[in-house]
């Protein structure tokens, strides 16, 4: 209950994946996921049906780990401004 009261107060959530990742995306929150694989992301796409709110981005085998928090760190920005902008 605790981390979900903790999600449910952010703007965003942004985790590697694990547990609060998926709690998140459960929950319903905005939130920006990172990992090294695409296990659970569909078609190609950066969302999973099951977790709308959930965008992941993901290293390519290989790829250092900076374009990718680079990437992160601008998807953040981004869900926190589209949450401000409707809000």
Do not use: C, K, N
Request: glycine share 12%; net charge negative.
């Amino acid at each position: 209950d605790g981390v979900a009261a903790l999600i449910a107060a952010l703007d965003v959530v942004v985790s590697a994946e694990t547990a609060v990742l998926s709690l998140a995306g459960a929950a319903g929150a905005p939130t920006v996921g990172f990992g090294l694989g695409r296990g659970w992301v569909a078609l190609g796409q950066d969302r999973s049906p099951w977790y709308p709110t959930v965008a992941g981005l993901h290293r390519r085998p290989g790829e250092e780990w900076r374009p990718l928090m680079a990437h992160v760190a601008e998807r953040t920005a981004r869900t926190i401004a589209d949450a401000t902008t409707i809000a």
